[in-house]
């Protein structure tokens, strides 16, 4: 008969490692992604409007948000092609 192997807890230390503190040494690197990650939405939000309202022309009710990182005269370039041997 084998002998299971016993697992004793130390008070005061559950869910420590290795004495870095409760959430372990990436904490502060989990919270700041955390915190960019809230930021990032209402700022996409805030650009797309700045830019839809100062963009001549465009209307966000006709034109895809997507439309305005083509830039200005974004229409006047020719289409390039990536396949070799296309026209």
Known sequence: MTQSPTITVRPGRAGTRHGQGPAGPAAGGTRGLLVCGAVAGPLFVTVVVAQAL???????????ASLLD???GAGSRPPTSSSPGCC
């Open 54 to 64: 100062t963009r001549p022309g465009f209307d966000l009710t006709r034109d895809a």
């Open 70 to 72: 083509d830039g200005p």
